[in-house]
Every structure is written in structure tokens, then in C-alpha cells.
């Protein structure tokens, strides 16, 4: 019992659209992945900001309150 040319042929066209599908659906998600990327480096790059602010806003404090601590003994 052999199978026909014919539809070993329609079924190889069959998988070649199911490729096609995925692929497509594949970039596509690709492209996603690249913006959840770009969000996570930007919320990256703002946490470090944040921080640098942070830790120039406690030192300017700590060396405010050691000028006044200074100030006061005089």
C-alpha cells in the first residue's frame, strides 16, 4: 500500500504554511522581547539614578549636620 504523490505533496505544502505561521509568530514575539528589554533597562538606569540622588541627598545631610555640629561647639 503506497501513499500518493499527491498527498505526500499537499501535506508538504501543509507544513510549509505551518512554518510560514511560525515564524511569523515567532518574530513577532521577538519583537516583544526586545521592548521588555528596552523597559527593563530603562527601569534599571532609573533605580541607579534614583540611587545616586539618594546617596548625594544623605551625604549633603550628613556633611550639613557635621558643619552644624561644628558650628555649634565654636
Known amino acids: 500500500m503506497s ?3 499527491d ?3 499537499a501535506e ?3 507544513l510549509k504554511e505551518l512554518l510560514r ?3 511569523a509568530e515567532q518574530r ?3 519583537a516583544e522581547l526586545k521592548a521588555v528589554r528596552q523597559r527593563e533597562l530603562r527601569t534599571k ?3 541607579e539614578a534614583l540611587s545616586t540622588l539618594i546617596e548625594l541627598a544623605e551625604s549633603a545631610s550628613k556633611e550639613g549636620g557635621e558643619k552644624s555640629e ?3 561647639g565654636s
Do not use: D, G, Y
Request: aromatic share 0%; net charge negative; charged share 45%.
Open 3 to 5: 501513499i500518493a504523490v
Open 7 to 9: 498527498v505526500l505533496k
Open 12 to 14: 508538504r505544502e501543509n
Open 21 to 23: 505561521t511560525i515564524e
Open 28 to 30: 513577532k514575539v521577538e
Open 45 to 47: 538606569r532609573e533605580i
Open 70 to 72: 561644628a558650628s555649634e
